[in-house]
Every structure is written in C-alpha cells, then in structure tokens.
C-alpha cells in the first residue's frame, strides 16, 4: 500500500527513477519520451548539469533563510534577470513557490493597489471561461473551468466570465478571424458595463490558454483590444503565464506577440524548468509603486517566498535558456513539431484542429470532423490516451470533458526546447499509434 495521497486514490503509476535530456526512465527500465514536460514544466529536459551544479553550489553556501530577515544573492540576481526580460515598465518580481501562488499574489496584489490609491469599493474580478489559474481557493475563483470548481463553488469568490477567444469553435460564418478576436474582446466592455467599471479590480487572462483548452491562442487585435478596454475604464490587465510564459511559445513572455504589456503577470512552470518549485508575480511600476509609497508593505507572504535554493536554480535556467538560444530553439522546433503533427494528422477524421504557439501546440479531438461534434464527456477517453501513450514509451497531456457544452477533448504537447527533430519523429508516431488505438477505426 502507498501511503502517499494520491490525487487518483486508485491509479497505480510507475515510480521515476532518472531522466536524461528529454527522456525518463521508471524503476524497471521502462524509458519516456517527455512530450509535455510533465505539465508544461521541464523546458530544459532532465539532468541539465547547469541547473545541477547552481543548486548545489547554493546547497553548499545557505539552502534558506526567511525573508523577514534577509535577502539573498540568488533572489536579487533572479529578480534583475526578470526585470531585465520584461518590458521597461515592469521591474519588480514577487517570487512565491509555485503557479497558484503566483495567482493568489497577483489577486491579492491587485486588490491591495485599489485600496492603496483610495478605491476600495473595487472588489471584482472579471475573467474567462474555459481558463484555469491555480487550485487554491482564489485561484480558483477566478478560473472558467467548471469541472475544477463545482465541489467548491460555494466557496468561491463571485467572479464574472466573459467568452474565451476560441476562434475554431465559436467564429461565425459571416465575420473573419479579426472582427471575431474584436467581437469576443468587447464583451470584457459589456461586462464592464453591466458590473460598474468602478466597482472592478482587473481582468485576468492567460495569453495562450493552457489545460482547459489546449493551446489556445488569441486572433491578431484581441489582446490589443482589451489592453485599450482596460485603459479605458481604468482596470488592471493581470496575465497568467504560468504555463505559456518562460520561452515556451517562442518568446520569453507570451504577451510580446500580443504586442502589449500587463500591469501584473504570473509565471511559474518553467521558470526553474522543475529542478526546484517556483513562481513569480512580475509587477508594473504604477502598482509597486502605490504600494511602495503608500503603506510600503504588501499584505501577503509565504514561509518559503524566495527561497535561496530555488532562485538559484531559477537563475541557472534563465541563464541556459539564454547561453543555448532555447526560447529561439522553442520557436524553431515548434514550427517543426506543427508540421510533424499536420503530417501526421491532417487525414485524420478524429483531429479537428491543430493549435499553438512555439513548443506549447495541441491535438483537439472530435467525433465528427465535419460538424466539429466533440466525442461525449462521459468517455473517459483523456485516461485512456495518457495511459496507452505511457505504454508506448511517451508522456503526453490529455485533458477531457465538455465545457459550457462545447469542448470536448484536446492533447496538450509541451516538450523541453532542447528537442531535435528525431524527437520530433517520434513524437508524432507514438502518438499516432496511441490514437489508432484508443479512437474508433
Ligand atoms: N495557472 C495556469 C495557467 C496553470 O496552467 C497552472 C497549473 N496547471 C496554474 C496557474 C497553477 O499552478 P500550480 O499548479 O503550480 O499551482
């Protein structure tokens, strides 16, 4: 018997034993092409020596000490690189220890600015459906994913969804993708409207939606549009890239190909590419500053808030993604991956679209290629997908189940940067053996 608590109480799963570049092996000798970086996570594959040796170097001078007492090397050297990253008017991190924490931060810190600047009747949120931003109870009040949220709806914030921009499901007939991306970003406006502009904190996003949609990106101009919504009735722009961001779609942040900048972006997931847990919640000027100048003390914090060893290890990746071009390589290889699933995939009646940006793409899958009929919600067809893959030697990231009555299942791949097209190869047979079998011939 495990007497870990696992999130499936009954699924028996194989126990890891190493990892090298983009492959893992289990206890008995099994080997696993990591296709998603587990969920998005390891951009710089298994074993980097890089990484390895800033942890122990870190390990051996001081592995943590609390924040309310010091700073450390590794914390501020990690936060200049970010702010070195971001646009010119972001340059303050609040590192935390992971995605959801990232999000609480960002929500909390938010709030905190209205009442700063003498606003505190701002107690709204405004985000999207088909989203998800983290499991803790803020986070996930904020998140569209209706599956993750009915156990515990009746502790959830009230927060108001508008439509996600899902151009493949939701485009009419008689408009192009640009006044769709327009049509859709304007109901942050409507929304706005109806809830009282004064009454609003911020509208959150993630700028290429991740598990709840698959690698779902934004059509040309609605970023734009909603950046211009925000100014206009003065709300905050807050960006979860917990798993778009950090190189994945070929650019550091996903909001450079949006041509925009945030007033506060979460980040997370490849940050330290997994060799240790970490997020940050990257702020603007005006925020910090209304903090800063203001109480001058943000009302938040966490035991193990940036932790020496972690920001070490985060500082080796950013470092490697730099020295090795990765965030480039993720661009490059990205195109080679879509091309290879397009190959392979296009003839296929069961593949409804293929999506993404850089090495963060996806598979959605439909009964019925034609009416874009999703394949019902009840079948427990992501499971039988993640494990048949697993059998076939690839770690992939299905996701299932119907949302707002419209989307059924997706693949989500995420590989590490360093992939090389053999890599590529491979990816895109396993999975077609893996579909061949789990979908109806
Ligand atoms: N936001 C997004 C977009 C995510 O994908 C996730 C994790 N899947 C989170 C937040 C939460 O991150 P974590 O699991 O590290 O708490």
Excluded at 74 to 95: F, G, Q, T
Excluded at 210 to 239: M, P, S, V
Excluded at 262 to 287: E, F, M
Excluded at 385 to 402: D, F, H, R, V
Aim: charged share 15%.
């Amino acid at each position: 018997m495990s007497h870990v608590f696992h999130r499936h109480c009954h699924q028996a799963l194989p126990t890891i034993a190493s990892g090298q570049g983009v492959y893992l092996t289990d206890t008995q000798g099994k080997r696993y092409l990591d296709a998603c970086g587990g969920a998005a996570v390891s951009c710089l594959g298994h074993n980097h020596p890089a990484v390895l040796e800033a942890i122990h170097r870190q390990l051996d001078s001081i592995p943590y000490a609390h924040t309310g007492f010091f700073t450390s090397e590794s914390s501020e050297a990690l936060a200049k690189i970010l702010a070195d990253l971001a646009p010119p008017l972001i340059n303050r991190a609040y590192l935390v220890s992971g995605g959801s924490e990232a999000m609480e931060t960002a929500l909390k810190l938010a709030r905190q600015y209205w009442v700063e600047v003498g606003q505190p009747q701002r107690q709204h949120f405004i985000a999207r459906r088909q989203s998800y931003h983290g499991n803790t109870l803020g986070a996930l009040s904020v998140g569209g994913n209706a599956w993750r949220r009915a156990p515990f709806a009746p502790l959830l914030m009230d927060t108001s969804l508008i439509a996600p921009c899902y151009a493949y499901r939701d485009q009419g007939p008689d408009e192009c993708a640009y006044q769709y991306g327009q049509r859709v970003a304007n109901e942050l406006e409507t929304m706005l409207l109806e809830k009282g502009p004064e009454t609003v904190i911020g509208f959150i996003a993630e700028p290429v939606v991740g598990a709840t949609a698959g690698a779902l990106t934004a059509e040309t101009g609605y970023f734009t549009r909603i950046r211009e919504i925000c100014d206009q009735y003065n709300i905050l722009l807050i960006l979860d890239e917990v798993m778009c961001g950090t190189g994945r779609t070929g650019r550091f942040f996903a909001f450079e190909h949006e041509h925009i900048v945030p007033d506060i972006v979460a980040i997370a997931k490849g940050l330290a590419a997994g060799y240790q847990p970490i997020g940050a919640t990257l702020v603007a000027d005006p925020v910090y500053n209304a903090i800063a100048n203001g109480s001058g003390f943000f009302q938040h914090g966490h035991t193990f808030m940036a932790h020496p060893t972690a920001c070490a290890a985060a500082l080796a990746t950013l470092t490697t993604l730099e020295q090795e071009g990765l965030v480039d390589a993720a661009e490059k290889q990205g195109k080679a991956l879509k091309t290879a699933l397009h190959h392979q995939f296009d003839s296929s009646p069961f593949v409804g679209d293929i999506r993404g940006r850089g090495l963060f793409l996806a598979l959605e899958l439909v009964a019925d290629k034609a009416s874009k009929q999703p394949f019902s919600s009840t079948l427990p067809l992501a499971k039988q997908i993640k494990q048949t893959a697993l059998e076939n030697g690839l770690m992939c990231y299905p996701m299932g189940g119907t949302i707002d009555g419209k989307q059924g299942h997706h693949i989500l791949l995420a590989p590490p940067y360093i992939i090389k097209s053999p890599h590529i190869d491979e990816i895109a047979d396993k999975l077609r053996i893996t579909l061949d079998t789990c979908l109806p011939h």
